[in-house]
C-alpha cells in the first residue's frame, strides 16, 4: 500500500496557476516505482461528489482529463523521484476544492481510466484549492 502526500494547493485569484505534487511511498519489490502505477488527480467541491480531473497511465502520453480542464490542466510524472504533478493554469472559481491524488497498479498499456473506482486504491490526504479574487 502506496503513502501519498499532496502538496501545492493554496489560495488563488481567478486567471491564475498552481502546480500540485503528489509524493509518493511505500513501494514493494515487484512495484518498485511509479513506473509500474496510473496516478489520477481527483477533486471535490463543497456538497459535490469526487471527480476525475486528470490521469496518466504508465507512459506519459497515456493521458485522460476532465472536458473541464482540458487545455488548462497538465499531468505529468517523474518515475525517478516517484512524484505526479498537475500544472493548473487560467484557473476559474469552479475549480475549488480539495485536491486529491490516487494510484492504480497497471500491468498493460491500456488508456487510462479517470473515474472514481476501486481500482484506484490508495489516496492522499488531500490539498484545498481556492480560486476566488
Known amino acids: 500500500q502506496l503513502t501519498l502526500v499532496e502538496s501545492g494547493g493554496g489560495l488563488v485569484q481567478p486567471g491564475g496557476s498552481l502546480r500540485l505534487s503528489c509524493a509518493a511511498s511505500?513501494?514493494?519489490?515487484?512495484?518498485?516505482?511509479?513506473?509500474?502505477?496510473?496516478i489520477g488527480w481527483f477533486r471535490q467541491a463543497p456538497g459535490k461528489e469526487r471527480e476525475g480531473v486528470a490521469c496518466?497511465?504508465?507512459?506519459?502520453?497515456?493521458?485522460r482529463y476532465a472536458d473541464s480542464v482540458k487545455g488548462r490542466f497538465t499531468i505529468a510524472k517523474d518515475n525517478a523521484k516517484n512524484t505526479a504533478y498537475l500544472q493548473m493554469t487560467s484557473l476559474k472559481p469552479e475549480d475549488t476544492g480539495v485536491y486529491y491524488c490516487a494510484t492504480e497498479s497497471v500491468v498493460g498499456a491500456q488508456k487510462v481510466a479517470c473515474t472514481v473506482s476501486p481500482t484506484y486504491d490508495d489516496w492522499g490526504q488531500g490539498t484545498q484549492v481556492t480560486v476566488s479574487s
Open positions: 496518466i497511465g504508465r507512459k506519459s502520453d497515456n493521458t
Open positions: 511505500g513501494f514493494n519489490l515487484d512495484y518498485y516505482n511509479l513506473d509500474y502505477y496510473a
